[in-house]
Every structure is written in structure tokens, then in C-alpha cells.
């Protein structure tokens, strides 16, 4: 594995909800992975190859409890990971970056920023003119939620009907609730956008806020009586507003198995090195979202790691460890 290059496109929750789990003893929703472009196979066909080849072999690594994961930052800054073009509601292509080009635009270059489809789904409820591929994908019902992360952070969100699940895994909520299924994603917008207005809630909760809130998350009962109250009062809110194209629902969404460890009470630390250079090596024993509770080598603190920081970087895999921080001295 040693001199393969990987760009790293990001943890990945694709697997079915805990509850369509049938074997017993699987791990509830699947496994997620990091999902790693293969740079060797990219830079070697980059000649040669014809316009309409997207050019990408993909390795994807599975997430479990006790994963061992080592790799040393291979590049400067991060490279862009490429555009989708979405042609329905299971349908999409995504297009790898022919430059692999530094990514100025988040974790795109200019160019793959502007050929993006997914940019167009913000506007689309205002009137905003989306291609037809777009159009057939929000145009599947989609799912409104009131989300509560580690510290007691809480926003509504949407899911597409395909996604309603998975959305929420990938945010790594702590505990969450759909508060109305909307028959398509211009009305769900609408809804969403409602709620924040009228009841403060937020549409996003930064990643470095959720890092920080599992280094000590509150009681799980508390969250879920916080999100409850939420939930109910978007319900109430929801209920006032009346109109069609959708309906008010009282579900909970089923957190993943692999996340139960990192929403747990516990004294943790933050993981002291930065993400963004040099070696670093540790074992997954949880995770939510992108952000992982990892044990380091030679201490039995818990850190979190925020694996999200690794997303458009250029990392090689290998036997690394992390340094111990002097923190374990500090405490004892
Ligand atoms: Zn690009």
C-alpha cells in the first residue's frame, strides 16, 4: 500500500438503516468508509485517456470499531475532488477533476465548482432555473428533520427520500427527529427555511462545533428531551402554517451502533495534531459523521479526530503512529 497516493474524498455513511438490518449481530447501518481516490491509476492515464472518461478507481475503507488507521500527508493543500452531474433520484455521475487541480472553492476548483449540479438545489425553491436531471432528483419526496448534535447544537435539515437515513449518519447526529415528509424538495425548502425563521433553528452546524461538543457531550437523556421539545414545537409550527404538498410526522431516526461510543458521557481530548501534514496513526473505536473517537498508541486517553479535515488531501497509507501529547502527564 506504501507509494500509493490517495486523494481523499471523505467518510461516506451508504449503507441501509439499522432497521432494515436483517442478519443479526451486523452492525446497524452498515459500515461507513473512507472513501479514497487512487492518484497512481489517475496520473498515469491522464494522457491517454479519452474526454468523457472520468479516470477514477476508487478504494473504499471500511470504518469499523478497531480500525487501524496510518497515512502521511503527501502534497500541500487540498486538490479538488471533482463535480456531479445528478440525472435522478438514484442517478449520478461523479466527474473526477481532469486537473486535479488546488481546490479554491471548498473542496472544488473554480472550473468543477461552476459545472456542479448540486449548486443549483439551494436556489431551486426561489424559482431558480435546474437542469432536468436536477429537476427529476428534487422533485422525489423529501424528508424535513430537527437534528441535535453532542453539545446540545440543534438545526432542521432535509433529506431526500433515498437519503433519509443516511443524511443523518453522515451529520453524525446524536439524536434527531422528521418532523414532515414533503412531496418534493422545492416544498421541503420552503418548510425548512420556515423554521428557521420562526423557530430559530439553524440549517447548519459547523464541523469544528460538533468536534468540540463530543470531546465532553452532555446526557443522551438530556439531548433527547431538547430535541423532542424542538421537534415538537417545528410540529406545532408546522401545523399553524398548514398548505399542501405535505404532511406533519413523528419519527425518530436510528442512530448507527458505530456512534454509540462517541455520543457517550466521557472526559476526552481533542486530537492535538494537525490533520493537514506530516504522519499520523491511530485505532477508530467509534465514530459519528466524519469525526472519530481514536485511540492512540501508548495511551489510553480518548481522543477525537475530526476526519473531515482529511477531505481533498493527498495522504499515502502506511504504518504510522500518532505522538502521545504531554496531556497524559498533565492528568496524572
Ligand atoms: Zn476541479
Known amino acids: 500500500m506504501t507509494d500509493t497516493r490517495y486523494l481523499v474524498h471523505g467518510v461516506f455513511w451508504d449503507g441501509p438503516a439499522p432497521a432494515a438490518v436483517a442478519m443479526p449481530g451486523e452492525p446497524g447501518g452498515g459500515l461507513p468508509v473512507l472513501r479514497l481516490q487512487n492518484l497512481r491509476f489517475h496520473e498515469s492515464r491522464l494522457e491517454d485517456r479519452a474526454p468523457e472518461d472520468t479516470g477514477g478507481t476508487f478504494t473504499n475503507m471500511p470504518l469499523d470499531a478497531g480500525t487501524r488507521l496510518g497515512f502521511r500527508l503527501a502534497a500541500e493543500g487540498k486538490s479538488c475532488l471533482g463535480h456531479h452531474r445528478v440525472h435522478g433520484p438514484a442517478d449520478r455521475d461523479h466527474v473526477l477533476c481532469p486537473a486535479l487541480a488546488p481546490a479554491v472553492k471548498g473542496s472544488q476548483c473554480e472550473r468543477c465548482f461552476v459545472l456542479d449540479d448540486s449548486r443549483l438545489i439551494h436556489d431551486f425553491h426561489r424559482g431558480g432555473r435546474v437542469p432536468p436531471g436536477l429537476r427529476a432528483y428534487l422533485m422525489q419526496p423529501h424528508w424535513l428533520y430537527v437534528a441535535t448534535f453532542a453539545g446540545g447544537a440543534s438545526k432542521v435539515g432535509t433529506a431526500s427520500h433515498l437519503r433519509k437515513w443516511n443524511r443523518l449518519a453522515e451529520q453524525?447526529?446524536?439524536?434527531?427527529?422528521?418532523?414532515?415528509?414533503?412531496?418534493?424538495?422545492?416544498?421541503?425548502?420552503?418548510?425548512?427555511?420556515?423554521?428557521?425563521?420562526?423557530?430559530?433553528?439553524?440549517?447548519?452546524?459547523?464541523?469544528?462545533?460538533?468536534?468540540?461538543?463530543?470531546?465532553?457531550?452532555?446526557?443522551?437523556?438530556?439531548?433527547?428531551?431538547?430535541?423532542?421539545?424542538?421537534?415538537?414545537?417545528?410540529?406545532?409550527?408546522?401545523?399553524?402554517?398548514?398548505?399542501?404538498?405535505?404532511?406533519?410526522?413523528?419519527?425518530?431516526?436510528?442512530?448507527?451502533?458505530l456512534s454509540a461510543g462517541a455520543c457517550a458521557q466521557a472526559t476526552r481530548h481533542t486530537y492535538p495534531h494537525d490533520l493537514g501534514t506530516g504522519t499520523h496513526g491511530f485505532r477508530i473505536d467509534?465514530?459519528?459523521?466524519?469525526?472519530?473517537?481514536?485511540?492512540?498508541?501508548?495511551?489510553?486517553?480518548?481522543?477525537?479526530?475530526?476526519?473531515?479535515?482529511?477531505?481533498?488531501?493527498?495522504?499515502?497509507?502506511?504504518?504510522?503512529?500518532?505522538?502521545?501529547?504531554?496531556?497524559?502527564?498533565?492528568?496524572f
Open 172 to 257: 453524525g447526529a446524536v439524536v434527531a427527529r422528521y418532523v414532515a415528509r414533503a412531496g418534493d424538495g422545492r416544498v421541503v425548502r420552503i418548510l425548512e427555511d420556515m423554521l428557521t425563521r420562526d423557530a430559530g433553528l439553524p440549517q447548519q452546524v459547523r464541523a469544528a462545533a460538533k468536534a468540540a461538543a463530543l470531546v465532553a457531550p452532555a446526557a443522551a437523556v438530556e439531548l433527547d428531551v431538547l430535541n423532542a421539545r424542538l421537534a415538537e414545537h417545528a410540529r406545532t409550527l408546522l401545523a399553524v402554517a398548514g398548505g399542501e404538498g405535505f404532511e406533519i410526522v413523528d419519527e425518530r431516526w436510528a442512530r448507527p451502533q
Open 286 to 331: 467509534s465514530l459519528s459523521g466524519s469525526i472519530a473517537l481514536a485511540a492512540l498508541d501508548g495511551s489510553d486517553l480518548e481522543f477525537v479526530v475530526n476526519l473531515g479535515q482529511l477531505k481533498a488531501r493527498v495522504i499515502e497509507l502506511g504504518d504510522h503512529g500518532s505522538e502521545v501529547p504531554a496531556v497524559q502527564e498533565a492528568l
